[in-house]
């Protein structure tokens, strides 16, 4: 067990600074662990991204253009692909984030509501994922040798690649601080399943925090 003299503890000796570190370590590592499973939360919803919403209003053309199914679901894969690989280079900029960031008031966060911890980690970590990915998708885009993606890209005449990087970056952005905080509402919801001593000291149903 973990014993901080200087961060706020509880009677027991439980430190909650270490309690919210762990708790948002635990749940960003099953939450990076679900986005990239094969057949899992990444397949079911950031695969499914319309195209339209990630090309802008550009994206209804290929509508039009790509008239077979199997050549979208091809496209759509593609761009699954880049999300996968983003997803990657993400989960450092997080779980570094997580190790070094102070929590001024962890009573706060630890008697918050199911995603507080999280949606504190998100203010605090700002723009640093999006820096991170975008750049990736955008090289991404620029450089693929996919026919299917050349040829709906080049289809979509003025096609801005950094524009569609950002977008679909913000896309993961949101699916990833989403996932995130699910997986510390379940951690919080059952903390016992964690097997954690300090997991289940600070946020079981025997805790006096």
Same mark, same amino acid.
């Given at each position: 067990m973990l014993l901080l003299p200087a961060c706020a503890s509880t009677g027991g000796g439980f430190s909650l600074t270490e309690a919210v570190r #762990? *708790? *948002?370590l635990v749940a960003t590592e099953n939450a990076f !662990? #679900? *986005?990239? !499973?094969p057949g899992g939360f990444w397949d079911e919803q950031v !695969? #499914?991204?319309? *195209?339209g919403d990630v090309l802008g209003s550009r994206g209804d053309v290929l509508g039009r253009i790509l008239t077979s199914q199997a050549f979208k679901d091809r496209l759509e894969e593609r761009f699954a692909t880049f999300a996968i690989d983003a997803s990657f280079r993400a989960a450092p900029v997080v779980t570094d984030a997580i190790r070094v960031i102070g929590f001024e008031n962890a009573l706060a966060l630890v008697r918050g509501g199911p995603s507080a911890a999280s949606d504190y980690l998100r203010q605090e970590v700002g723009s640093a994922l999006l820096d991170a990915v975008v750049p990736e998708l955008g090289e991404a885009l620029r450089i693929s040798r996919d026919p299917l993606l050349g040829q709906a890209l080049a289809a979509l005449t003025g096609v801005d690649v950094s524009g569609v990087a950002d977008r679909f970056g913000r896309q993961i952005d949101d699916a990833i601080w989403g996932e995130i905080a699910r997986e510390e509402a379940a951690i919080r919801a059952d903390p016992e399943a964690t097997r954690d001593p300090l997991l289940i000291g600070v946020f079981g149903l025997g805790s006096r925090v």
């Open positions: #762990r *708790l *948002l !662990a #679900r *986005l990239t !499973a !695969a #499914r991204i319309g *195209l």
